[in-house]
Protein backbone atom coordinates (compact mmCIF):
# COMPACT_ATOMS: atom_id res chain seq x y z
CA UNK A 1 0.00 0.00 0.00
CA UNK A 2 2.80 2.36 0.55
CA UNK A 3 3.83 4.46 3.46
CA UNK A 4 1.98 7.39 2.05
CA UNK A 5 -1.70 5.19 3.15
CA UNK A 6 -2.61 4.63 6.22
CA UNK A 7 -4.51 1.37 7.60
CA UNK A 8 -7.47 2.56 8.67
CA UNK A 9 -8.10 5.72 7.07
CA UNK A 10 -6.93 5.27 3.76
CA UNK A 11 -8.02 1.35 3.50
CA UNK A 12 -9.20 -2.01 5.72
CA UNK A 13 -8.22 -5.33 6.05
CA UNK A 14 -9.44 -8.56 7.54
CA UNK A 15 -8.21 -11.50 7.72
CA UNK A 16 -10.49 -14.31 8.48
CA UNK A 17 -8.01 -17.78 9.21
CA UNK A 18 -10.83 -20.30 9.74
CA UNK A 19 -8.17 -23.17 9.40
CA UNK A 20 -10.20 -24.20 6.19
CA UNK A 21 -8.53 -25.48 3.14
CA UNK A 22 -10.53 -23.12 0.86
CA UNK A 23 -9.84 -19.23 0.68
CA UNK A 24 -12.08 -16.40 -0.54
CA UNK A 25 -10.12 -13.19 -1.62
CA UNK A 26 -11.83 -9.95 -2.55
CA UNK A 27 -8.61 -7.42 -2.87
CA UNK A 28 -10.12 -4.67 -4.39
CA UNK A 29 -13.18 -3.85 -2.29
CA UNK A 30 -14.38 -0.96 -0.68
CA UNK A 31 -14.44 1.56 -3.40
CA UNK A 32 -12.18 0.38 -6.19
CA UNK A 33 -14.52 -2.57 -7.25
CA UNK A 34 -17.64 -2.20 -5.05
CA UNK A 35 -19.40 -5.08 -3.94
CA UNK A 36 -16.88 -7.79 -4.41
CA UNK A 37 -16.24 -7.88 -0.54
CA UNK A 38 -19.70 -8.22 0.39
CA UNK A 39 -20.59 -11.01 -2.20
CA UNK A 40 -16.66 -12.27 -0.71
CA UNK A 41 -17.99 -12.42 2.69
CA UNK A 42 -20.72 -13.96 1.91
CA UNK A 43 -19.49 -16.90 0.11
CA UNK A 44 -16.44 -17.63 2.67
CA UNK A 45 -19.96 -17.86 5.36
CA UNK A 46 -17.98 -19.07 8.87
CA UNK A 47 -16.19 -21.40 7.45
CA UNK A 48 -14.12 -21.09 4.65
CA UNK A 49 -11.41 -18.26 5.24
CA UNK A 50 -11.51 -14.71 3.55
CA UNK A 51 -9.11 -12.03 2.76
CA UNK A 52 -10.77 -8.68 2.38
CA UNK A 53 -9.43 -5.63 1.54
CA UNK A 54 -11.27 -2.54 1.24
CA UNK A 55 -10.03 0.88 -0.31
CA UNK A 56 -11.68 3.85 1.78
CA UNK A 57 -10.30 6.62 -0.36
CA UNK A 58 -13.78 8.76 -1.59
CA UNK A 59 -11.60 10.37 -4.09
CA UNK A 60 -9.35 8.28 -6.43
CA UNK A 61 -10.15 5.02 -4.56
CA UNK A 62 -7.94 3.01 -7.89
CA UNK A 63 -4.84 4.84 -6.27
CA UNK A 64 -4.84 1.52 -3.74
CA UNK A 65 -5.46 -0.74 -7.44
CA UNK A 66 -3.26 -3.48 -6.96
CA UNK A 67 -3.04 -6.46 -9.86
CA UNK A 68 -3.65 -9.99 -8.31
CA UNK A 69 -0.43 -10.79 -9.76
CA UNK A 70 1.09 -7.69 -7.86
CA UNK A 71 -0.41 -8.38 -4.77
CA UNK A 72 1.82 -9.28 -1.94
CA UNK A 73 0.35 -8.25 1.47
CA UNK A 74 1.78 -10.56 3.81
CA UNK A 75 -1.52 -11.47 5.51
CA UNK A 76 -2.79 -12.68 1.90
CA UNK A 77 0.39 -14.18 1.09
CA UNK A 78 0.08 -16.33 4.53
CA UNK A 79 -3.30 -17.42 4.01
CA UNK A 80 -2.51 -18.48 0.61
CA UNK A 81 0.21 -20.53 1.54
CA UNK A 82 -1.82 -22.49 3.76
CA UNK A 83 -4.78 -23.03 1.54
CA UNK A 84 -5.23 -26.05 -0.96
CA UNK A 85 -7.95 -23.90 -3.17
CA UNK A 86 -8.26 -20.29 -3.73
CA UNK A 87 -11.84 -17.69 -4.77
CA UNK A 88 -10.95 -14.75 -6.04
CA UNK A 89 -14.22 -12.44 -6.64
CA UNK A 90 -13.62 -9.24 -8.84
CA UNK A 91 -15.49 -6.87 -11.09
CA UNK A 92 -15.42 -6.19 -14.65
CA UNK A 93 -16.91 -3.01 -16.35
CA UNK A 94 -19.01 -5.44 -19.04
CA UNK A 95 -22.17 -4.20 -18.65
CA UNK A 96 -25.36 -7.22 -18.16
CA UNK A 97 -25.37 -10.15 -15.79
CA UNK A 98 -22.38 -12.16 -16.43
CA UNK A 99 -19.34 -14.10 -14.82
CA UNK A 100 -16.31 -14.56 -16.67
CA UNK A 101 -14.62 -17.28 -15.18
CA UNK A 102 -10.51 -17.34 -15.20
CA UNK A 103 -7.61 -18.44 -12.56
CA UNK A 104 -4.91 -21.39 -13.18
CA UNK A 105 -6.77 -24.68 -12.25
CA UNK A 106 -8.67 -25.40 -15.32
CA UNK A 107 -11.21 -28.34 -13.09
CA UNK A 108 -12.05 -25.66 -10.93
CA UNK A 109 -12.84 -23.24 -13.59
CA UNK A 110 -15.03 -25.94 -15.36
CA UNK A 111 -16.88 -27.11 -12.07
CA UNK A 112 -17.30 -23.66 -10.98
CA UNK A 113 -18.94 -22.62 -14.27
CA UNK A 114 -20.75 -25.84 -15.03
CA UNK A 115 -22.39 -25.23 -11.19
CA UNK A 116 -23.21 -21.52 -12.03
CA UNK A 117 -24.83 -22.38 -15.28
CA UNK A 118 -26.91 -24.26 -13.96
CA UNK A 119 -28.25 -22.04 -11.40
CA UNK A 120 -29.15 -19.79 -13.99
CA UNK A 121 -26.37 -17.51 -13.69
CA UNK A 122 -24.71 -16.57 -17.41
CA UNK A 123 -21.28 -17.58 -17.70
CA UNK A 124 -18.12 -16.86 -20.07
CA UNK A 125 -15.24 -19.70 -19.88
CA UNK A 126 -12.75 -19.39 -20.10
CA UNK A 127 -12.81 -15.89 -19.52
CA UNK A 128 -10.28 -14.87 -22.39
CA UNK A 129 -9.79 -10.87 -21.41
CA UNK A 130 -9.39 -11.55 -18.09
CA UNK A 131 -7.71 -14.56 -17.65
CA UNK A 132 -5.98 -14.82 -14.37
CA UNK A 133 -3.82 -17.78 -15.32
CA UNK A 134 -0.43 -16.53 -14.11
CA UNK A 135 1.46 -18.38 -11.22
CA UNK A 136 2.20 -14.74 -9.42
CA UNK A 137 -1.63 -14.17 -9.33
CA UNK A 138 -2.89 -14.56 -5.38
CA UNK A 139 -5.60 -16.69 -6.31
CA UNK A 140 -3.34 -19.57 -7.53
CA UNK A 141 -0.57 -19.31 -4.74
CA UNK A 142 -2.56 -22.05 -2.72
CA UNK A 143 -1.66 -25.48 -3.81
CA UNK A 144 -3.76 -26.42 -6.18
CA UNK A 145 -4.38 -23.25 -7.75
CA UNK A 146 -7.71 -21.07 -7.99
CA UNK A 147 -10.25 -19.93 -9.52
CA UNK A 148 -10.81 -16.02 -10.56
CA UNK A 149 -14.54 -14.76 -10.90
CA UNK A 150 -15.31 -10.93 -12.72
CA UNK A 151 -18.79 -9.95 -12.17
CA UNK A 152 -20.05 -7.64 -14.38
CA UNK A 153 -21.25 -4.15 -13.58
CA UNK A 154 -24.81 -5.28 -12.93
CA UNK A 155 -24.59 -7.75 -11.38
CA UNK A 156 -21.65 -7.07 -8.80
CA UNK A 157 -24.10 -3.96 -7.90
CA UNK A 158 -27.66 -5.96 -7.72
CA UNK A 159 -26.29 -8.85 -6.23
CA UNK A 160 -25.22 -7.90 -2.67
CA UNK A 161 -28.78 -6.34 -2.19
CA UNK A 162 -30.49 -9.23 -3.79
CA UNK A 163 -30.26 -11.95 -0.45
CA UNK A 164 -31.98 -15.09 -2.02
CA UNK A 165 -29.91 -14.38 -5.41
CA UNK A 166 -26.67 -13.84 -3.43
CA UNK A 167 -27.68 -16.92 -1.41
CA UNK A 168 -28.23 -19.07 -4.95
CA UNK A 169 -25.04 -17.34 -6.30
CA UNK A 170 -22.31 -18.44 -3.41
CA UNK A 171 -24.45 -22.23 -3.01
CA UNK A 172 -23.72 -22.70 -6.33
CA UNK A 173 -20.33 -21.72 -6.25
CA UNK A 174 -19.63 -23.67 -3.11
CA UNK A 175 -20.98 -26.66 -4.98
CA UNK A 176 -18.55 -26.01 -7.89
CA UNK A 177 -15.29 -25.62 -5.70
CA UNK A 178 -16.71 -28.78 -3.26
CA UNK A 179 -16.99 -31.21 -6.71
CA UNK A 180 -13.97 -30.14 -8.42
CA UNK A 181 -12.35 -30.35 -4.55
CA UNK A 182 -12.73 -33.89 -4.88
CA UNK A 183 -10.43 -33.84 -7.64
CA UNK A 184 -7.98 -30.90 -7.47
CA UNK A 185 -5.91 -30.96 -10.68
CA UNK A 186 -5.01 -27.99 -12.33
Given at each position: MGSSH????????????????????AIHGGAIEPGT??????????????YRFESLLSSAPWRLHLT???YDEPGALALAARSRLGVAIHGQRDPGQSVCVGGGNESLRQAVADALSAAGFETEQPCRRLPGRSPANLVNRPKDGGVQLELSADLLRELPAQEDRLGRF??????????AGRNPSR
Open positions: TSGKDYRIEVADRRSTVTVFEAVAAALAGTDWNLAAHCAALRAGVNA
